[in-house]
């Protein structure tokens, strides 16, 4: 995996497909806790169709069309009470809005619950979308780039601070399946993730024929390669992150300054 770089109009970074694939069914994941149908890809002659994974079952000319004219909000708009979520993670994604006023709290989940849900559906949408790759390849021939979409990720700028917000809110599900909370909890998991690490470098120079020992019951085996693999996936998801969110605000700051510059 590499980070993020500019490359023309558009942020390029580099996943195999193995890690794409990976990233993408965790994406999924997150859609379907928040109430979509499963993303498939559907079936497009090249870039431009804009139309990428939908849900299975979508209506044709989506949610709306049976209902011209009327703004989408309001068709979203619960008239009754919505419970919060039960899923800690979820309640993550579609937080209360006030911790000490439940009125405030449960008119505000009413009037935003739908439509939260689905902006931040369509925004994984997108990212899915952008990590399935069908059009990497022919906007890496456009930048001059190796056309191989198995390892360029390209992201048009415009898109990229809602490919941000995306992946903000896989790593706050991921967070929470883990437990962690803070900055510290953060800290424990990448030190964890570095001594298994360590831990498997020095497995591979055992003779191949060599047993491990590991006296630990089975289930306890099985959710630590599990919490191992979530975490891998929430540090590379955070890196990967951390490495457009550079460039965005680089961006910002140089716009800042050539507006400065403008009034000068």
């Known amino acids: 995996m ?8 558009y942020y390029v970074a580099g996943l195999d497909r193995t890690e794409r694939e990976v990233f993408a069914t965790v994406v999924a994941d997150v859609a379907e806790l928040l109430g979509a149908e499963r993303f498939r890809a559907e079936a497009s002659d090249g870039e431009g169709s804009g139309d990428g994974p939908v849900p299975d079952g979508a209506p044709d000319g989506g949610p709306d069309a049976a209902h011209p004219g009327v703004p989408p909000v309001l068709l979203r708009m619960s008239t009754g009470r919505v419970a919060p979520p039960d899923d800690p993670a979820v309640r993550r994604l579609l937080p209360d809005a006030s911790r000490d006023d439940d009125e405030v709290t449960a008119e505000f989940r009413r009037l935003t619950d739908a439509d939260l849900r689905s902006t931040k559906i369509a925004r994984l949408r997108d990212l899915w979308t ?14 001059g780039l190796p056309a191989d979409d198995d390892e360029d990720l390209v992201v048009p700028r415009g898109d990229a601070q809602a490919l941000a917000a995306g992946l903000t809110d896989v790593r706050l599900v991921l967070a929470e399946r883990l437990g962690l909370r803070t900055e510290e909890d953060a800290d424990r998991l990448y030190e964890t993730l570095e ?10 120079e055992l003779d191949e024929g060599a047993d491990v020992d590991d006296d630990r019951p089975a289930r306890e085996i099985v959710a630590a390669e599990v919490r191992a693999y979530l975490g891998s996936v929430y540090a590379a998801l955070t890196w990967l992150q951390e490495s457009l969110m550079a460039l965005l605000l680089a961006d910002l700051d140089g716009g800042a300054d050539g507006a400065r510059t403008g009034l000068d």
């Open 130 to 143: 952008a990590l399935d790759g069908a059009q990497d390849a022919v906007r890496a021939r456009r930048l």
């Open 2 to 9: 590499r980070a993020f770089r500019p490359a023309g109009g």
């Open 195 to 204: 001594a298994q690490a360590a831990a498997l470098d020095d497995a591979d």
